[in-house]
C-alpha cells in the first residue's frame, strides 16, 4: 500500500486552530484543552492523518475537521467520565429537557447559560426551559483530583526530599528507557501499544477498530509485551523494580 502524503503545516495549524476552537465551545478546562489536544494529535498521528485524506471538498475543511474533533471529544469525553445518560425526568420531560440536563450536568454550564443556549437552538420559551429546569433532579459532574491530592487527603505522612529526588529521577531513567524501547518496535507494534495504553481500549474494541481478531490481536499484544520486556531488562537505566508490564 503506497504511504500517504502527510498535510501540509498550514493544515497543521488548521487542525489545532479547530482543536482550540471545540474545546473553547465545549468549556473545556484549560488542563483539559490541553490533555484533548494532545490526545487529538495523538490520534491523527496514529491514523496517519487519514482525515485529511477523506476530505472531499463538500465543505470547507475547518467545518470538516470541527465535525471530526468534535467526534473525537465525545469519546475522549466518555473514556474519562462514562458514557453520559439523560436523567429519567429530562427524558419524560422532552428533547428540549435533555439538551438542558447535557449542559449541565455534563458541559458544566449553569441553569442561566444552558437555557439561553438552548432558547438560542430551539423555538422554547425562556419560562418554560425556567420551568424544565427546575423540575430537573440536581446531578453533580465527576471531579478528578491528582494522586498526590488523594495522598494528602488520606494522610500520608512526610517524604523525605532527598528520597522524593531520587524517585522522581528513578521515573525519569524509567520512562526514557521505555521510550527508546518504544521506538525500536515497528509501526504495526508501536500502533497496538498506543491503542491499548495510551486510547484505553480494550483487545475486543481494538480488534473493531483494526479488523483482526481479537484473539489474533490478544498473541500480537502479549509478543509486543514480551518484547519490550526483554529490551529493558537488557537496560541498566530502568531497574527491575520500575519496569512497566512486570
Known amino acids: ?27 473545556l478546562s484549560p488542563v483539559d484543552t490541553q490533555d484533548f489536544s494532545q490526545h487529538v494529535q495523538l490520534r491523527f498521528l496514529e491514523r496517519n492523518y487519514d482525515a485529511f485524506a477523506r476530505f472531499s471538498g463538500r465543505s470547507s475543511l475547518r467545518t470538516f475537521l470541527t465535525v471530526v474533533v468534535t467526534r473525537i471529544l465525545l469519546d475522549w469525553r466518555n473514556a474519562l467520565y462514562g458514557k453520559w445518560r439523560p436523567s429519567t425526568a429530562a427524558v419524560r420531560l422532552g428533547p428540549d429537557a435533555v439538551l438542558l440536563d447535557r449542559l449541565v450536568s455534563r458541559d458544566g454550564y449553569t441553569r442561566q447559560e444552558a ?19 427546575d423540575r430537573l433532579p440536581a446531578r453533580r459532574r465527576p471531579k478528578f483530583v491528582e494522586e498526590r491530592v488523594l495522598a494528602w487527603r488520606a494522610g500520608a505522612g512526610f517524604q523525605d526530599p532527598i ?34 495504553y495510551k486510547l484505553a481500549l480494550s483487545v475486543s474494541d481494538m480488534s473493531v477498530v483494526l479488523n483482526v481478531d481479537a484473539r489474533v490481536l490478544y498473541r500480537r499484544l502479549e509478543k509486543t509485551i514480551r518484547s519490550l520486556r526483554r529490551t529493558l531488562s537488557r537496560t541498566d537505566g530502568c531497574p527491575p523494580e520500575s519496569r512497566p508490564w512486570s
Open 1 to 27: 500500500m503506497a504511504e500517504s502524503v502527510g498535510p501540509s503545516a498550514a493544515e497543521l495549524a488548521l487542525l489545532a486552530a479547530v482543536v482550540r476552537e471545540v474545546a473553547r465551545y465545549h468549556r
Open 115 to 133: 437555557i439561553a443556549t438552548v432558547q438560542r437552538m430551539t423555538r422554547a420559551t425562556a419560562e418554560n426551559l425556567r420551568d424544565m429546569a
Open 163 to 196: 528520597e522524593a529526588r531520587e524517585e522522581r529521577r528513578a521515573a525519569h531513567r524509567m520512562r526514557l528507557a521505555l521510550s527508546r524501547a518504544v521506538r525500536r518496535l515497528d509501526p504495526d507494534e508501536r500502533q497496538l501499544l498506543a491503542l491499548r
